[in-house]
């Protein structure tokens, strides 16, 4: 008897949870489809911290409400070509140009409303007018300024692949921060000093080949490694984290027009597929605005704002006061080539 | 539960004949299974499989010149060194620390053995990443392919030791008992005696172990150990290649085809000798004495549990006390914790009903489809989440967008990328499983629906059991997949806990891993609990 009411036990308990979850999808569909017209579907590559301050203040403002899907942002890219004129996305947010730039190459991106385009600084929106810059990001080196002082400090990114700086350096090789860089150096230097650079600056890494930007920015700060590449805004959201009596690590610029010195943009663009094309255009709106780019200002995010003449408040280097190198949104793309010169290095 | 209706309507027409029932019993002593069950079976394996059929497509549309210049290159030299090193060593280590802990706890008068019970199974419930994070942030030493070899094999043991356990509790101990009174020492009986029986769970978890290292992702991510897996997220991540990332997945799926093959020459040889071994007239096995042992068993299961939950423990609570961070929505953390344990029990659920037909089919039935069947479903276990999501974007999206993004995609996507758990653990105890009880009931008139509820389900009840608490750990710590599936605007603990760490926060961080390993922690406990009280209850 014990052995037969274990069975049924069994069986009648992992039917019921199986369908569990079918009764609690209805539950959630259910609750989806309810005011169709005031809620956005937001896929988001951006630092989902950033995205729900712009969110709720995006809701309180207009009153449509946002669903926020968040990935990487490569990984939604390829999510949303995958799904084509069935996505679920009203709007693409990212951290970086080269994911929208994809969208708008396979043309799967909406025009922005020009008055949307024109609250921007025409260098950072998309040269098809299919995405707007919404801030700004600055490539710099981070050191450990006990290891470092500034006067040992390479002016080019160039210098990191010299061998003084062997087992001292690293960098992140799979970041979408790090392609841009290399789209800027192979501009200036042509593909194949860029090759051997980025195999001066394989062979530099010594074991130090971090995966991304928030372990270098640590790593730094902790002594493990002398100096590293990163954006400014990984340095500061450190220190907010960790307090500033735990920062043994500075943030310092190459020279002026440098190919390793460049502001890159993160943007966002609305889906041709969408089915809420005024709400989507009024959320792009809402972050170029001064409202939203005054978000971006206050919040955790420490990036640039560009938006509506809004400027940092947190004590950077104003972003009209930096010389970064001279390349256009255009010239990095989708950023492809620059994953062939990684691949051809065996860094990818 | 469709096993019960359609088995019952497919005897229906035998089932009144007296004479008819006979014969039928006789040829169910030759061990055929029913045409259902081979229907059901190969439709499970169809599902489980889609996932190839994807990879495939994909490659042809990349072209094969671009995946040509991708997989000849001297880059795929060093990933395939790489990966098969690893994949040697720590299938090596896990076997012997599981093997060794579920004889201590099984078959010794080990003292604590309930507790040892659930604790040698809590490593599995921590998840890469914040084990890979734990170790590279306190030993910075620990990186390559020694650090991910000790990263690994504590992470990846239980594996080992949960199925070997299992067969452990199951066994009859009489034939080792036999050995015993024949004058064989307790090393001889162990070698010659447990451990054939013993082989269908020892291979099965060792098949596993070596399939997961090859998918794994998060751990080698952060221990700076390039496979296989870590250049194809790279592909993805920076080369908005989803078809030659695809094309590389085929490298995965040859190497796991391999290991597969080989398992099957392993376990054909042992194939028969135990194969009816018997747990009709399971007692409570003899438990050895450790007497002077005591000591340095305790000592080595603590030393192995500190260094498989402690390190993570140790992080946990550094980024806690260390980090300002306090920005800790408590509401949004139950809500992910709800969703966590529903999503994770209903994978466990519908990927151990999944495994029952198939593992009763290709056990009971001993051809050469059925070996086939069984070890190409197996190899699903070597691909990344992220290749099984997009597999399952692609097939949701082309012929049933209604299930897009809903919970019972993200379910079913789960089911396929854990099938292999969940049919490892129930194919051990149904090879342990007696037939001939399923014969005698049957003979005794009862029709297929009862034997299986009455007689077969509860025989393979450690291993369903089992099955689901394997998946359930598993679930519970899965990112990649997660993120591309999970219904939008939808958290779990895992994407919470990334959506942290992305951000540097690693303090509010913390409290998503510490109730991520919380929650598989349940199971764990009951799994270790259960298995306690199993051979009193069937004596009773």
């Not at chain 1, 950033?50 to 926020?68: H, Y």
Request: contains cysteine; aromatic residues 8%; glycine residues 8%.
């Amino acid at each position: 008897m014990r052995l037969r009411r274990r069975g049924v036990a069994m069986l009648v308990l992992m039917a019921v949870v199986a369908s569990g979850v079918a009764a609690c999808g209805s539950v959630s569909a259910t609750g989806a489809s309810g005011g169709a017209n005031d809620t956005i579907t937001l896929y988001n590559g951006q630092h989902e911290q950033t995205t729900d301050a712009l969110v709720k203040a995006f809701t309180a403002a207009t009153g449509i409400k946002v669903k926020v899907r968040s990935d990487d942002e490569t990984v939604l890219a390829q999510q949303i070509e995958q799904e084509g004129a069935a996505s679920q996305a009203d709007v693409f947010y990212t951290e970086n140009s080269p994911a929208l730039a994809e969208l708008s190459g396979k043309g799967l991106l909406a025009p922005v409303e020009a008055s949307t385009l024109a609250s921007v600084p025409v260098k950072y929106d998309s040269p098809t007018g299919d995405w707007v810059g919404v801030s700004a990001r600055v490539s710099v080196v981070v050191y450990n300024t006990n290891e470092i002082t500034p006067a040992q400090l390479p002016t080019s990114v160039m210098d990191l692949a010299n061998p003084k700086w062997k087992g001292k350096i690293t960098f992140a090789p799979g970041e979408t921060d790090f392609q841009p860089i290399v789209t800027s150096v192979a501009r200036s230097v042509g593909d194949q000093q860029t090759l051997a650079w980025l195999e001066g600056m394989k062979a530099n890494l010594a074991g130090h080949d971090y995966p991304d930007n928030e372990t270098i920015v640590a790593k730094v700060n902790s002594g493990d490694v002398e100096m590293g590449l990163i954006n400014t805004y990984y340095w500061y959201r450190l220190r907010a984290s960790l307090g500033g009596t735990a920062m043994h690590s500075a943030l310092a610029m190459f020279a002026p027009g440098d190919p390793g010195y460049l502001v890159n943009v993160s943007g966002a663009g609305v889906l041709k597929s969408s089915k809420h094309q005024v709400a989507a255009q009024k959320f792009l709106a809402f972050l170029t605005s001064a409202a939203g780019q005054k978000v971006m200002a206050t919040s955790d995010s420490f990036e640039y704002p560009i938006g509506s003449g809004v400027v940092a408040t947190d004590g950077q280097t104003p972003l009209e006061q930096l010389k970064p190198a001279p390349m256009t949104i255009a010239d990095l793309g989708n950023g492809q080539h620059a994953v062939q010169l990684l691949q051809q290095a065996q860094l990818l | 539960m469709t096993l019960v209706p359609t088995d019952d309507a497919a005897i229906a027409g035998t089932a009144t004949d007296d004479a008819a029932r006979n014969a039928d019993a006789v040829r169910r002593r030759t061990s055929r299974p029913t045409p259902v069950l081979a229907a059901l079976s190969t439709a499970v394996a169809a599902l489980v499989l889609l996932p190839l059929v994807f990879l495939v497509l994909q490659a042809r549309q990349a072209g094969w010149d671009e995946v040509r210049a991708l997989l000849f290159r001297h880059l795929t030299l060093v990933l395939l060194r790489n990966t098969i090193e690893l994949a040697v060593l720590v299938t090596t280590a896990c076997v012997l620390i599981g093997v060794t802990a579920a004889w201590l706890v099984e078959r010794t008068n080990l003292p604590g053995r309930r507790a040892w019970a659930v604790l040698l199974v809590l490593p599995f419930a921590v998840p890469d990443f914040v084990t890979g994070y734990a170790w590279s942030s306190i030993f910075p030493a620990v990186h390559g392919l020694w650090g991910a070899t000790l990263v690994m094999t504590l992470g990846l043991y239980p594996l080992v030791y949960l199925p070997v356990a299992a067969a452990l509790r199951g066994t009859d101990p009489a034939p080792e008992e036999v050995a015993r009174s024949l004058g064989r020492g307790r090393i001889h009986t162990f070698v010659r005696v447990t451990v054939p029986m013993l082989r269908p769970a020892l291979l099965g978890g060792g098949l596993v172990v070596c399939l997961t290292l090859f998918a794994e992702y998060g751990a080698f991510e952060i221990l700076r150990f390039q496979t296989f897996t870590t250049t194809i997220f790279a592909e993805f991540q920076v080369g908005f290649n989803g078809p030659a990332a695809s094309a590389l997945s085929l490298a995965l799926v040859a190497l796991g085809l391999m290991v597969l093959a080989t398992e099957g020459l392993l376990a054909g040889r042992g194939r028969g000798r135990f194969a009816t071994g018997s747990r009709q007239a399971a007692r409570v096995p003899h438990r050895h004495r450790l007497e002077r042992w005591t000591a340095p068993a305790l000592g080595g299961l603590v030393g192995l549990v500190a260094l498989a939950l402690g390190m993570p423990a140790a992080a946990l609570s550094y980024w806690m006390v260390q980090s300002h961070a306090t920005t800790l929505p408590g509401g949004s953390m139950l809500g992910a914790a709800a969703h966590t344990a529903v999503y994770s029990a209903s994978a466990g659920a519908l990927a151990t009903i999944l495994a029952l037909p198939v593992a009763l089919y290709t056990v009971r039935r001993d051809s050469r489809a059925a070996a086939v069947l069984q070890r190409t479903t197996l190899v699903v276990q070597a691909l990344p989440g992220l290749i099984i999501a997009l597999a399952a974007v692609f097939y949701a999206i082309h012929y049933a967008p209604w299930i897009y993004q809903t919970p019972q995609l993200l379910v079913i996507a789960y089911a396929i990328l854990f099938y292999p758990l969940a049919f490892v653990a129930v194919r051990a105890s149904v090879a342990q499983a007696p037939h001939r009880l399923e014969e005698v009931a049957r003979s005794l008139g009862h029709r297929p629906a009862s034997v299986l509820v009455r007689v077969t389900v509860p025989l393979v009840a450690p291993g369903l059991a089992a099955a689901f608490c394997l998946v359930f750990l598993t679930t519970v710590t899965e990112l990649t997949a997660t993120l591309v599936l999970v219904p939008t605007g939808v958290h779990t603990l895992a994407t919470q806990f990334w959506a942290y760490q992305n951000d540097a926060s690693y303090g509010a961080a913390a409290p998503y891993a510490v109730a991520l390993v919380a929650i598989a922690a349940v199971p764990s406990y009951l799994i270790g609990r259960w298995f306690d009280r199993l051979p009193s209850r069937q004596g009773g």
